[in-house]
């Protein structure tokens, strides 16, 4: 399967502190997705990380990719309110996705 | 540049019947991909269409079928509508060719919400 499997399932933090998830995989990849998802809506993505790639920043997000050990993690630094919302990971083309990580930041 | 548009956004459905989902993909993406998100759930994987033809299945029934047109918009037909087919459902649109390393990320519409009763 190239379905991706999120961790934790569930991460409750208070605002501006930081929040890390992560996901494993089973197969090789070309590439990894994070995506995050508002509460019944779509998903929306947050970022590509390359198979030759082992770090990635995109504002206040960052993500590794150890594909020795297939996972990914991606870190929210400084997390608001807003970053509430469900966090998940796909690979390859067909982009499968697993259960996710339900995050809830408080005020 | 547009982004993905699904419609409708919600439809009630008796059980038995049969609906037709609709996406507009992104301008100039040639791939689209349909999910199905239960409450609680990930999105599952229904099947992808690349230039017209279906390039991929997940584990639905044969009920579940689907269509892209040659603008690259694409229907989810549902037949014998069941209790369990009310879910949230998915379309997402790319540019690339599936199976050789796309490198770009998917486009979500924000999805159709099917009830079953």
């Known amino acids: 399967s190239q379905q991706g499997e999120e961790d934790p399932q569930a991460l409750s933090i208070q605002e501006g502190e930081n929040a890390t998830m992560n996901c494993s995989y089973k197969?090789?990849?070309?590439?990894l997705q994070w995506y995050r998802q508002n509460s019944g809506r779509g998903l929306v993505h947050l970022i590509l990380i390359r198979s030759n790639e082992r770090e990635k920043h995109s504002g206040r997000l960052r993500v590794t990719l150890d594909t020795s050990k297939k996972s990914s993690s991606l870190l929210i630094t400084a997390s608001r309110a807003a970053d509430t919302a469900s966090y998940f990971c796909?690979?390859?083309?067909?982009?499968?996705f697993g259960a996710g990580t339900r995050l809830t930041v408080k005020p | 540049e547009t982004g993905v548009t699904q419609s409708p956004t919600h439809l009630i459905k008796t059980r038995g019947q049969q609906v037709t989902l609709r996406c507009s993909s992104q301008?100039?993406?040639?791939?689209v991909s349909w999910y199905q998100q239960a409450l609680g759930q990930g999105p599952q994987f229904i099947f992808q269409y690349y230039r017209e033809e279906e390039n991929g299945r997940g584990n639905f029934p044969p009920r579940f079928s689907g269509l892209q047109f040659p603008n690259y918009s694409s229907e989810l037909n549902v037949n014998a509508l069941e209790l369990d087919d009310s879910a949230l459902y998915l379309c997402a649109s790319s540019l690339g060719i599936p199976g050789q390393g796309m490198d770009y990320g998917y486009t979500f519409g924000s999805g159709t919400r099917l009830t079953v009763v």
């Open positions: 301008s100039g993406h040639n791939t």
């Open positions: 796909a690979t390859d083309a067909r982009v499968r």
């Open positions: 197969t090789s990849i070309n590439n």
